[in-house]
């Protein structure tokens, strides 16, 4: 990376050590993008009050186990959930209340599409207690929305985002960037509009192609070319750069926020910290317990019934297992992970969670630090990060 690079910001310790958080999944979408891999489906109807009733159940299950500790965050993530009926959100919303208690700062965070029918519901959903959106908008460009599947046009994604910032406390939004044909001049013309807007957070994606989508079967035909990694490399370079000079750092390696606008829930996940996780194919992590719901909305729905939560498997997690998580996780934050922290944690001991000699080599060529016992991927080693992570945990 080159050496005008901004540092990568370090996120403020704004999440209670004693809270927990929450994520709710709604599974179900109007379309499916072609580049989605993300648990979503198309239904012709869906039953509102058999879904109440089922997410309430669901919910209650893991508030049985997860009780005393408040909610600091609850996410309610899709598929896409602006569909939902706004009276369903405050239902679960009010329910999660009872069952957990909030912090007085909770971060309630609701995924929508940016189209004028879903931005109709934006001021009920604010009424009914969401506080942050995250807005797909995905393109700036007419051409890369349709080419992304995308129901929405530039100016119908503005003015939600308008909406947006009108009712809700904090707003983000999402760009995919590295589109097939995408120049330099292309991407930094996209990005300055991205950055004119003011929110307080953006999340900035490289298009991947993802195995069962249909743009991997596009690629496997021939008749997509997904862009050159060194050119992916330059614009994430430009990425950082401009969004450092704005103001809006990057602190994981795809989210950028303005200081104190990080996603409390998201960190929740990255400082690897406990979450329940009801809905169709929701994970979860609690008290060293791996959860995961059945996925298919059918299937879940149906477990529901016969046994009152939708949970496919629950399953304990070694100390190597939790100690290898957090530093998958963590290592993507700028502000890194303490090693000492994980091995109290996780029970291994601090010498055993990395490889040495590999933070040896890459300190030396500027890709990590270790100041300490904090271990922190440098603003160089994050374009690497995929290989990196390998050859540093041990565990």
């Known amino acids: ?36 891999d993300f648990n979503s489906h198309v239904r012709d109807g869906v039953d509102i009050n058999a879904w109440r009733a089922a997410l309430l159940a669901d919910m209650a299950y893991e508030a049985a186990l997860t009780a005393g500790r408040p909610l600091s965050s609850i996410f309610f993530g899709g598929g896409t959930p602006s569909l939902m009926p706004p009276a369903l959100v405050e239902t679960l919303i009010g329910a999660a209340q009872d069952h957990w208690g909030f912090t007085p700062d909770i971060e309630i965070t609701l995924e929508a599409n940016p189209n004028s029918v879903e931005a109709a519901r934006f001021a009920d959903l604010a009424a009914a207690g969401v506080n942050r959106t995250s807005l797909g908008l995905q393109a700036l460009d007419i051409d890369a929305l349709h080419f992304l599947g995308r129901a929405h046009d530039v100016t119908e994604g503005l003015a939600a985002l308008d909406t947006a910032q009108a009712v809700f406390d904090r707003v983000s939004f999402d760009i995919i960037y590295a589109r097939p044909g995408q120049s330099e001049a292309d991407w930094q013309a996209e990005l300055a509009r991205a950055l004119s807007f003011g929110t307080g957070h953006l999340s900035l994606y490289q298009l991947t192609i993802e195995p069962g989508t249909r743009f991997a079967t596009l690629v496997a035909q021939g008749k997509l070319t997904p862009a050159d990694p060194d050119h992916g490399a330059t614009l994430y370079e430009l990425t950082q750069a401009m969004t450092g000079a704005a103001g809006i750092p990057a602190y994981e390696i795809s989210n950028h926020a303005r200081p104190g606008q990080e996603s409390r829930h998201n960190l929740t996940y990255w400082r690897y910290g406990d979450y329940a996780g009801i809905g169709p194919g929701a994970h979860g992590r609690r008290g060293g317990m791996a959860t995961m719901r059945h996925k298919k909305p059918e ?75 904090r271990l922190q991927v440098a603003p160089a080693g994050m374009l690497l990060l995929d290989a990196i992570l390998p050859e540093v945990v041990a565990v």
């Open 1 to 36: 990376m080159s050496s005008h690079s901004p540092q990568i910001a370090t996120a403020p310790a704004n999440v209670r050590a004693d809270a927990q958080a929450l994520y709710i999944h709604w599974p179900f979408c109007v379309s499916k993008c072609p580049y989605c």
């Open 299 to 373: 299937n879940w729905m149906g477990a529901v019934d016969r046994n009152g939560h939708g949970a496919q498997s629950e399953e304990p997690l070694s100390g190597e297992d939790r100690a290898r998580e957090a530093l998958l996780m963590g290592l993507r934050l700028g502000e890194g992970v303490d090693l000492a922290h994980i091995a109290a944690a996780s029970g291994i001991k601090a010498d055993r969670l990395v490889d040495e000699r590999a933070i040896d080599q890459l300190t030396g060529l500027g890709l990590i630090h270790l100041t300490g016992s």
